[in-house]
Antibody
């Protein structure tokens, strides 16, 4: 079964740091790009960060650039998000999501984020 | 950044009736390579989002054929031909043409009458 499981969420004070992890199973993790997406309480979805399969390409949303760092360990099938200088508005459920593309019926498609974890909750509060 | 605007923000539908959600982008989602990078997701209560439609009109694996996507350029629509109770949740459109900034619409909450 294709699965993503996030961990590491918790309560942290403003200005503090927290590290999230996402463990993949059931697919060849090293061949897929990955994303972090977050959802503040009662709000919509916000893309946070992207990392290519080889870690050669990394992107961040402007809201987290300079504070968050995305990494991956293909040997361990794991994705990470190091969050520093946390602010109240970083409070959210953080999802990891697989970025996927492939051939279907003779055509090449970009499927977008096709597999999501259940999420881990980060609360930034004093 | 490309802004994605969904309408309506909520709708209440009787089971068996159709439903339609509009998504408009502030810029064309048509890539120079000819593809249009518009996606639809459903987030059921208490669950992560699940992919419904990729590249405007292609149903993802396992998605019932009562779901269909259409549109071009900046205007897109998700239609449910006959709403079922299991379709409740929040629907999001998403664009991926403007890397590195994927953006989502605000979401449309579907409830059953």
């Amino acid at each position: 079964e294709v699965q993503l499981v996030e961990s590491g969420g918790g309560l942290v004070q403003p200005g503090g740091s927290l590290g999230l992890s996402c463990t993949a199973s059931g697919f060849s993790f090293s061949t897929y790009s990955m994303n972090w997406v977050r959802q503040a309480p009662g709000k919509g979805l916000e893309w946070v960060s992207y990392i290519s399969s080889s870690s050669s390409t990394i992107y961040y949303a402007d809201s987290v650039k300079g504070r968050f760092t995305i990494t991956r360990d293909n040997a361990e099938n794991s994705l990470h998000l190091q969050m520093n200088s946390l602010r109240d508005d970083d409070t959210a459920v953080y999802y990891c999501a697989r970025d996927s593309s492939g051939w279907n019926g003779g055509f090449y498609y970009y499927y977008g984020m096709d597999v999501w974890g259940q999420g881990t909750t980060v609360t930034v509060s004093s | 950044d490309i802004v994605m605007t969904q309408t309506p923000l909520s709708l209440s539908v009787t089971p068996g009736q159709p439903a339609s959600i509009s998504c408009k982008s502030s810029q064309s989602l048509l890539h120079s390579g000819g593809k249009t990078y518009l996606y639809w997701y459903l987030q059921k209560p208490g669950q992560p989002p699940q992919l419904l439609i990729y590249e405007v009109s292609n149903r993802f694996s396992g998605v019932p054929d009562r779901f269909s996507g259409s549109g071009s350029g900046t205007d897109f629509t998700l239609k449910i031909s006959r709403v079922e109770a299991e379709d409740v949740g929040v629907y999001y459109c998403m664009q991926t043409i403007q890397l590195p900034r994927y953006t989502f619409g605000q979401g449309t909450k579907l409830e059953i009458k």
